[in-house]
T-cell receptor, first 113, second 113 residues
Framework: DGGITQSPKYLFRKEGQNVTLSCEQNLNHDAMYWYRQDPGQGLRLIYYSQIVNDFQKGDIAEGYSVSREKKESFPLTVTSAQKNPTAFYLC????????????FGAGTRLSVL | AQSVTQPDIHITVSEGASLELRCNYSYGATPYLFWYVQSPGQGLQLLLKYFSGDTLVQGIKGFEAEFKRSQSSFNLRKPSVHWSDAAEYFCAVGANAGNMLTFGGGTRLMVKP
């Protein structure tokens, strides 16, 4: 089945630790996105990538980093510089045509120990 | 810059009653408009989209939405709500260039038996 796989489903971060959230898609989509979701605030864009080896900061990129070495993969690292990382993180991808439709993974919930 | 407002944070309806969720957007040109639904702890699923043409669009699960340019609105409707419709609903607007989406803050729907 084609889709977007996020792992792990739950993740815990210790003080001063970097953690990496995985996002893999087998939809052959060019564009991929990372969003942060907090209660009552909708989705806020962290980073996005339109093609391999290229990515752009979104609205709230501080304290996060990404890479896009393969078309299928767009991992997000939450660094120790992100002082309030507790949130639900959603990865999405989008095909090259069909306008702006984005397809979402099931999310990763990150909590701080 | 584009923006999306969902005025109702929470809505409660009785099962079998009709539903309308409001969405207002701000965008200079004709937007791409979307409604997504999110069940607790899950990713977002596309309900319907408007790109152009007929201003009344049909989606999955019996939902429809109407684009009203004069009111900058894209309200979501369902004639008879089922208990399984309880979820959070997000309206989003996309720019013509690229695949970027801006999301509203969401409306949480609760369904009374």
């Amino acid at each position: 089945d084609g889709g977007i796989t996020q792992s792990p489903k739950y993740l815990f971060r210790k003080e001063g630790q970097n953690v990496t959230l995985s996002c893999e898609q087998n939809l052959n989509h060019d564009a991929m996105y990372w969003y942060r979701q907090d209660p009552g605030q909708g989705l806020r864009l962290i980073y996005y990538s339109q093609i391999v080896n290229d990515f752009q900061k979104g609205d709230i990129a501080e304290g996060y980093s990404v890479s896009r070495e393969k078309k299928e993969s767009f991992p997000l690292t939450v660094t120790s510089a992100q002082k309030n990382p507790t949130a639900f993180y959603l990865c999405a991808s989008s095909p090259p045509s069909l306008g702006n439709i984005q397809y979402f993974g099931a999310g990763t919930r990150l909590s701080v120990l | 810059a584009q923006s999306v407002t969902q005025p109702d944070i929470h809505i409660t309806v009785s099962e079998g009653a009709s539903l309308e969720l409001r969405c207002n957007y701000s965008y200079g040109a004709t937007p791409y408009l979307f409604w997504y639904v999110q069940s607790p702890g899950q990713g977002l699923q596309l309900l319907l989209k408007y790109f152009s043409g007929d201003t009344l669009v049909q989606g999955i699960k019996g939902f429809e939405a109407e684009f009203k340019r004069s009111q900058s609105s894209f309200n979501l409707r369902k004639p008879s709500v089922h208990w399984s419709d309880a979820a959070e609903y997000f309206c989003a607007v996309g720019a013509n260039a690229g695949n970027m989406l801006t999301f509203g803050g969401g409306t949480r729907l609760m369904v009374k038996p």
